[in-house]
């Protein structure tokens, strides 16, 4: 089992940039896929970025596509989102998720653990 728990959230002016944290307990952490998605009020949670296990492969959801960029240190059980050029639009309630068998992917219906989640508000 995978406990995860995001960190870095924050209010910040359009422009700007923050970097999300994902802690991870369990010594399996390296074996499993793991993506950020969020959720903004009164919307459905969308896929944002995903990176293997090993952080050779990164997949990334358009609107985030050359601003957000995944990465991961399995030597710390930590996976990170770096947001650069921060848009109103990306406000949400951002959540880390484990993937068990390692694969790629953009469905929340993939994902095996979820985080708390972690509030991000772009100021206009």
């Known amino acids: 089992q995978v406990q995860l728990v995001e960190s870095g959230g924050g209010l910040v002016q359009a422009g700007g940039s923050l970097r999300l944290s994902c802690a991870a307990s369990?010594?399996?952490?390296?074996?499993?896929?793991m993506g950020w998605f969020r959720q903004a009020p009164g919307k459905e949670r969308e896929f944002v970025a995903a990176?293997?296990?090993?952080?050779?492969?990164?997949y990334y959801a358009d609107s985030v596509k050359g601003r957000f960029t995944i990465s991961r240190d399995n030597a710390k059980n930590t996976v990170y989102l770096q947001m650069n050029s921060l848009k109103p639009e990306d406000t949400a309630v951002y959540y880390c998720a484990a993937e068990g068998l390692g694969y790629l992917s953009s469905s929340s219906y993939e994902y095996d653990y979820w985080g708390q989640g972690t509030q991000v508000t772009v100021s206009s």
């Open positions: 990176i293997s296990w090993s952080g050779g492969s990164t």
């Open positions: 369990g010594r399996t952490f390296s074996s499993y896929a």
